[in-house]
């Protein structure tokens, strides 16, 4: 078993509580205490699992990246909508073998949850660095190839921006 | 306020429609997974939102982006899952034959 940190069951046991709080929206002591032990609980029973620690000093430049995320979900949404209701139906399905140059394992999780997340791009397996993604079309896969999504991610981490 | 949640509505139910579509008319589970990962992208943003200008300031407007920070988590590992599994499962992705 892993050493526990403390510091990430407490982070833990607070996020639990407040999504407690949130959704029973009742605030005598029974309903609080009992939300308390339960939030330890569970953060307890899985504090052994995770190698994640925390770093503080990157969220700030990841809610930054969400919303540059969120537009560029907005425009290849557009993109497929376009896509499906033409009436030949003008899709080149490919995939596309990809080679990141990401070293932290959270950084690959980060950029094929992104591509996931992005319609029309889809991660059909991760190995390591080695990305196989599945593209509607060439403008689908536009972000993925021209390592653009890639560059944002490594900067979030404090990477060397891969080379185009 | 109603007329701004009823327009976000609308233009989620747009979605969800195309995402509709879009699992009928493509070939392959592949792309049939990109029009499903449209559902979740926009269509149930778009009508989340809607719900959200509905409910007014509210407490409930806190579940609904508590809804939808999961919805925006759980996404990507449904849709990878799925594609993973078919890809591991020997099927092939339908291709243009002119191309």
Redesign the interface.
Known sequence: MRPISSQFLVLKTTALFILWVMLSGRFDLFHLGLGVSLSFLVAWINSGHSPFVPRFQIWGKILLYFPWLFTRIVQSSLHLTKLILHPRLPIQPRLIRYESTLQEPPAVVLLGNSITLTPGTITAEVNGQLLLVHAMDEVSGQDVTSRRLESKIADIFGEKAPSP | MEFVSIVFILAGLF?LI??A??VI??P?V??R???V??TD??GAFLMLVGIAFHEGLS?NV??II?VLALL?IQ???I??AT??AA?RAGLK????ET?
């Open positions: 979605f195309v995402a579509i879009g008319r493509l392959d592949f792309s997974s990109h029009a990962s449209l992208s926009l407490k806190l579940k508590a925006y996404n990507p590992v849709a990878h594609v993973r890809l992705p339908w291709q243009r191309s």
